[in-house]
Structure formats: structure tokens, C-alpha cells
């Protein structure tokens, strides 16, 4: 008997073989599709070495013949972006890496230390030939780092993942997110004649790996609501010019990528798609659009409150952060509040000044004061990305003896000297079990929690993009020369317009040629992420900025030299410090002029006010906590300086 079941079982299990036998034929469709894909690129390759081993390439003629060569490996790249980009992003800048050096400064860093990686492939390959002398092995050297790299992407690791599903709507979420923030500006397009034409081919080889998908896993294959709008999208990329600063990048994203990547989302959460990739850390699968505020998460504005989702106790946490922001007992001196300097009437900044005054009141600080709104958008805090948290952004300044000039322990014993201020984070430490006793932890998270929720707020950009609604036409021309000729897009990125790009796991740092002053007598002598991270590529870098709300945060720049709007589009459109006649050895700021005209600035202007977010500022309090310290009841709402 029990030899009649074995063979009973060996029966079931032969036929859960050929089934699993024929889906996997089916699936071996689109594995042979990926790697025939992956092999017409690397013969590209392969020709480029070849053809640079073989050539003068100082010549004209030569270099005419690579290249050519060039552009058509970089054709077949584009055809497998898709998958590249994000099964191995660290290999793919040995392929086609923007930087030649870059200092990773993503969200992991709040794990580790930055550290220095090398750029590699066709992007810096192709900007090398537009050099006057050109070194055939260091022209070589480029493009085989990129060979090397392409290895992993046969391993089998790779083929474990064409083997789930999972894999496609993640990389088919980072695909559009690119299409929306990158693909289109010359960020990593060395010719400006070619982002167009590289864009539709990439547009239509996506297409072919949607239909090998299809094939593999039907279950699982894109709505047909979907697949129209991509059609769609094609036939609108190749009725457009193929001057990138003709297309029109507003129009590509709202009435296309945005409901596109609308589409996927929903479709990842239906299909319950599970991520392996560090890529997908900070975004959101809830998120509906690409211009919603909870598209990634960059900051953790609850602090020690992570956990707490009631909504009557977040309001306590909220009232009392509230207080905290507006009284000037986290001084050392008790007449300075976070209000003093970050205004709420001015966006969270002060317009009044260029730089702070001095906790002292002897000498102005370094740096311009930067608003608090969407700060929580930011991985790293802070021009300099000095601190990985908002709360130890408000540890630091509190703590700081030029800023605020208090010392912990003091000032949490001032604190909790008000019985309104004790009472309420004791009754809120029962709430974070890793924090038995109220600390400095709580002030802070309070802090960062009150002034966040003005993050959440939308502008009239967003609504544009959201929605069918009558567009502007300055606005819709400043964009798309934003996107475009003026090169702003290359360092703010849609959605924020800041330096964190898809997959919005890092934050980008610039060096710009900033001066000291209007007359451009000297470089700015502040050293920024150099003091962070001591580098020859951090020297004078910053942080880039978000431009939301940028018309009501003036001055502008680091240590707010330019007063207005057109000075800082003059700066850029002269080529920064080094188009102004500085010497700025590693300024990463192209140092050629845009040629931008008087229209053309003055629909970027248009455009940067529609950033403006729709926000409803709150009044002060009336009053602050009384003390058990007579001394301290003297504290004025929002403080003296």
C-alpha cells in the first residue's frame, strides 16, 4: 500500500513539474529577452574598446569615428536602462556615470560614513572627447570600467530576480520617476542633441520589455488603461522637437508620467509587490503622484514619537512643540527662541537679515538662516549636511555657544521647572518605551513635530500637476526652461526642486563659486560639507536647497550675498563663480554662460512662484509656561533677539 502512495505522490509531484515546467518556458522568453538585450550593449562595448585601441582619436577623423561608436553604445544602454539603473545601481555609474567623482552622501549615511566612489562610462567618455587633448588610454579606461561593471547584471542573482514578478513594477517605478526628474534635463547626457532622440528610444525599447513581461507573467501584466497612455506617450515624444529645449517637459509629465506612475503604484500595492533594494528605503507605495508630499521620506519629524498614531495625543505632542518653538527658555541667557531667527511669518526664515546675529550679539554668524519648510525633505540637515536628523539638528543649535548657548543638563532642569511642561511629556513618556525619562529627546521631537506639519501643505504647481486644471502660460514656459536651457533641473529635482534625486535616497552637494559680495572681490571663504567631510571635492559645497517658497526666503545663497531673485538667476547665467572671473578649481556649476534672455528669466520668476505652498501660518501663543524659578517667568513669547 504504502508503495502505491509513493508512486501516488511521485505522480502529483511530476505534474506540479510540468506545470511549473511550462511557466517557466514562458517565463524563459523574457529571461532570453533581457539577456540578448544586455549582450547587444556589451558588443557595443566591446566595438567602442576596439575601435579606441585601434584609432589615434587626437585626429578629427578619429575622434568623429568613436564618437559615433559612442553614441551607439550609448543607444543600446538606453534600451536596458530599465533594469540596470536599479538591480545595480553602484555598477551603473562604472557604466554610465554622471561625476567623476562623487561623495556618497545618501540616507545609508545615517548608518555610515560618506565615502569617495569613482565615476566610470560613456557620460564622462563622451565629455572627454570634447577635450583638446585627448589620452587614448585614459579614453579607454573609462569605457572598460564600464564593460567590467556590466558582468554583475549576468550573475545569477539577476536571474533570481527576472524569476518573481516583483521585480518589474519597482524598476518600472524608478524608470518613471526618472522619466519625470531625469532622462530629459542633460543630467547624464553629455550631448544636448541627443537627449530627445535617446529618450524615444528608450520610450520604445520600455515598451518591448512591458510586452516580454506580459508574456512571463499575464497575471501580472499592466492595465490596459496603461499600456494606451504609454502609447500615447511615445506618439507625444516623437511629435516633439528634438531640441530638449523645445520639448515640453511640463506637458510630458503632468499628462503623461504623473498618471503613469499613478497607475504603477496602485498596481504595486494591488499585486503586493515586495522590495529587496535598499533603492526603495525612502519612498512611499501609498503615494498617488509624483507632486504629493509623501512621494519618500526623508526625515523622521516625530522623533522619539515614531510610534504614536493617536490623534489626541499627536495634538499634545503638537501643543507643546508649539510652545517650545516660541519660548526663549532653550537659551542660555533665556531671550532667544527658534522663533527669533526662523520667523513664521517669514517662512520659518528671517528676510531681515543676511546672516544671523551672534548668540553674544557681537558678531553676525557665517551662514543665512535657511527656512524650516520642507525641511523633513532633506536626508542629511543642515547646508552643510552636518547633522542626519532634525533632531539633532535642534540639539545642536540649543547646544551651540554661538547660537543659542545652553547647556543640556540646565536646560532640561528649566523646562521641567514649569509644572505645564513637566507634567505634559511625562505623561508622554509612557509612549516611548526606549526613553523612560523625559530628555532632551522629547524637547527636540516635540520641537520638529510642531513645525513639520507646514511641510505637508501643496502648491500651486502641485494642483497643475495633479489635476486638469487652466494652466498659466509663464508657468508652464519657465519650467520647461528650467528643465531645459537654464540647466536648473540638473541640481533640483522634480518633486521638491532639491538636491535629492530618484530614487530620493541622497542629497546632492554643490560648489557653486558663491562670493563674498555683490562685487565678486573674492570667493566666500565659508568652506561648507569641507568641515564635514574634508575632501577635495567638499570644499565651498552646500547642500542644494528646495526652491519651494524660495520668493519669501530671501537672501539667498549660503551666507545670503544676493538680495533678489534675478541676482541669483544672473549668478547661474553668467556661470557662477568662475564665469564671474573666481577661482573655483573644483566648481561642479558649469562655468559657461546660458544665455538666457530677459523673457526666459522672467518666466522662470513666473514659475518659481508658483511654489509658493498654500499655508496657514498659526499665531503665537499668548503666553508661555509659568516657572517654579521666579527669574524665569520673565521669558517674552518668541524672545527679545
Known amino acids: ?79 536596458i536602462d530599465f533594469w540596470l539603473r536599479y538591480f545595480e545601481p553602484i555598477a551603473y555609474k562604472q557604466i554610465n556615470g554622471p561625476l567623476p567623482v562623487e561623495w556618497e552622501t545618501e540616507v545609508f549615511e545615517k548608518f555610515e560614513k560618506p565615502y569617495k566612489r569613482v565615476g566610470r562610462g560613456l557620460t564622462l567618455a563622451g565629455l572627454y572627447l570634447d577635450e583638446n587633448e585627448i589620452i587614448r588610454d585614459t579614453l579607454y579606461s573609462l569605457v572598460e570600467s564600464g564593460q567590467q561593471a556590466m558582468e554583475c547584471y549576468s550573475a ?26 531625469i532622462y530629459t534635463t542633460g543630467f ?15 520610450l520604445v525599447a520600455v515598451k518591448d520589455i512591458y510586452q516580454n513581461f506580459s508574456t512571463a507573467y499575464p497575471k501580472y501584466s499592466l492595465t490596459a488603461n496603461y499600456q494606451t497612455l504609454y502609447e500615447n506617450l511615445i506618439a507625444f515624444a516623437e511629435k516633439q522637437s528634438a531640441d530638449f529645449e523645445k520639448f515640453d517637459h511640463f506637458t510630458f509629465i503632468r499628462d503623461f508620467i504623473n498618471p503613469l506612475f499613478r497607475i504603477n503604484q496602485q498596481l504595486i500595492v494591488e499585486y503586493k509587490v515586495k522590495s529587496k533594494s535598499m533603492l526603495d528605503y525612502s519612498l512611499n507605495r501609498a503615494s ?58 517669514e517662512f520659518f526664515t528671517d528676510t531681515s537679515r543676511a546672516t544671523a546675529l551672534s548668540f553674544d550679539k557681537k558678531f553676525d554668524l557665517p551662514r ?98 495633479n489635476a486638469d486644471i487652466p494652466v498659466d502660460p509663464e508657468v508652464k514656459k519657465g519650467f520647461n526652461v528650467f528643465m531645459s536651457k537654464a540647466q536648473c533641473a540638473t541640481c533640483h529635482f522634480v518633486p521638491y526642486f532639491n538636491g535629492v534625486k530618484p530614487p530620493y535616497v541622497g542629497s546632492e552637494f554643490e560648489v557653486l563659486g558663491v562670493p563674498e559680495d555683490t562685487a565678486f572681490s573674492q570667493l566666500s571663504d565659508d568652506k561648507g560639507r569641507y568641515l564635514i567631510n574634508s575632501a577635495t571635492e567638499t570644499l565651498n559645497a552646500f547642500r542644494t536647497g528646495s526652491l519651494r517658497n524660495i520668493m519669501h526666503t530671501a537672501p539667498f545663497m549660503h551666507n545670503g550675498v544676493f538680495k533678489s531673485m534675478e541676482e541669483v538667476i544672473d549668478f547661474y547665467d553668467k556661470g557662477g563663480g568662475v564665469g ?62
Do not use: W
Open 368 to 465: 543665512n538662516t535657511p527656512s524650516l519648510l520642507n525641511a523633513p525633505m532633506n536626508h542629511l540637515v543642515m547646508m552643510d549636511g552636518k547633522h542626519i536628523s532634525l533632531q539633532d539638528q535642534i540639539r545642536g543649535v540649543a547646544l551651540n555657544p554661538e547660537e543659542m548657548g545652553s547647556e543640556e543638563k540646565n536646560l532640561l532642569k528649566k523646562i521641567l521647572s514649569c509644572a505645564e511642561y513637566k507634567n505634559g511629556f511625562e505623561k508622554l513618556v509612557t509612549y516611548t518605551p526606549l526613553d523612560e525619562e523625559v530628555s532632551l529627546n522629547h524637547i527636540s521631537s516635540a520641537i520638529t513635530f510642531y513645525y513639520s506639519k507646514f511641510s505637508r501643505n501643496q502648491a500651486p504647481f502641485d494642483d497643475l500637476m
Open 288 to 345: 498617488k503622484s509624483i507632486f504629493s508630499k509623501d512621494l519618500y521620506f526623508g526625515q523622521n519629524d516625530k522623533g522619539v514619537f515614531l510610534r504614536v498614531n493617536d490623534s489626541a495625543v499627536l495634538k499634545e505632542i503638537d501643543r507643546l512643540g508649539k510652545m517650545l518653538f516660541y519660548d526663549p527658555i532653550l537659551s542660555g541667557n533665556n531671550e532667544r527662541s527658534c522663533a527669533s531667527c526662523h520667523k513664521p511669518t
Open 1 to 79: 500500500m504504502r508503495f502505491f502512495q509513493v508512486l501516488a505522490s511521485l505522480g502529483v509531484l511530476c505534474f506540479i513539474c510540468l506545470l511549473s515546467f511550462r511557466q517557466p518556458g514562458e517565463l524563459q522568453v523574457y529571461q532570453s529577452f533581457y539577456h540578448a538585450s544586455i549582450d547587444r550593449f556589451k558588443n557595443k562595448q566591446d566595438a567602442l574598446l576596439q575601435l579606441i585601441r585601434s584609432s589615434e582619436v587626437s585626429d578629427s577623423s578619429s575622434k568623429q569615428n568613436v564618437q559615433s561608436a559612442l553614441n551607439a553604445a550609448r543607444t543600446e544602454l538606453k534600451k
Open 188 to 202: 547624464e547626457c553629455p550631448n544636448p542633441e541627443n537627449i530627445i532622440p535617446e529618450l524615444r528610444t528608450m
Open 580 to 641: 564671474k572671473g573666481l577661482v573655483v578649481p573644483n566648481q561642479t556649476l558649469s562655468s559657461d554662460s546660458l544665455h538666457l534672455t530677459e523673457m526666459e528669466k522672467n518666466s522662470m520668476i513666473a514659475f518659481m512662484r508658483s511654489l509658493d505652498e498654500k499655508i496657514s501660518f498659526e499665531d503665537a501663543p499668548k503666553k508661555l509656561p509659568v516657572s517654579s524659578s521666579k527669574s524665569l517667568n520673565k521669558r517674552k513669547v518668541g524672545g527679545l533677539y
Open 156 to 181: 545569477d542573482s539577476i536571474t533570481t530576480e527576472l524569476n518573481s514578478y516583483h521585480h518589474f513594477f519597482l524598476c518600472n517605478r524608478l524608470y518613471l520617476l526618472n522619466l519625470a526628474a
